[in-house]
């Protein structure tokens, strides 16, 4: 399985843990079972991210929310939304994942599963996240 199908299943288990606010064992076992997920490399690929990113979820939120409108909240902002910036931000971040890459990919699924405003709203938020953290220098 490539990345990227690898990526939209890190999406899926992160909506999952917005959605439920914890992720119990089993449930992560269940969600690999019912993705067919057998492959260790694509196991552990999730659990970093999934970890990951409740490992560093506060100073992720913190980010989004900096880059919000006036008068804007990130409880204002879908699930799905939420999600995929998390995503996005945590690979720029934490795995060097260079920007293009993972911006063109979570903009990718939010036209996949979210709204039609949804993939300008976020490739906006990780632009300006990007200009600010100087993140595209080395990408």
Not at 83 to 96: F, G, Q, T
Not at 108 to 123: C, G, P, R, T, V
């Amino acid at each position: 399985m490539n990345r990227t199908k690898s990526r939209e299943l890190a999406f899926k288990l992160l909506y999952e843990k917005e959605i439920q606010k914890e992720l119990e064992d089993e449930n992560l076992a269940i969600f690999y079972e019912s993705n067919e997920i057998e492959d260790e490399d694509q196991k552990e690929y999730l659990n970093d991210i999934l970890f990951g990113v409740s490992k560093n979820e506060e100073e992720l939120n913190d980010l989004i929310k900096k880059h919000l409108k006036e008068n804007w909240t990130i409880d204002r902002i879908s699930k799905v939304n939420v999600s995929l910036l998390k995503l996005a931000l945590y690979e720029m971040i934490y795995c060097n994942l260079p920007y293009k890459v993972a911006i063109n990919e979570v903009v990718e699924l939010a036209k996949k599963y979210s709204d039609e405003q949804a993939s300008s709203f976020i490739n906006g938020i990780l632009a300006s996240i990007v200009k600010e953290k100087s993140l595209g220098e080395n990408s």
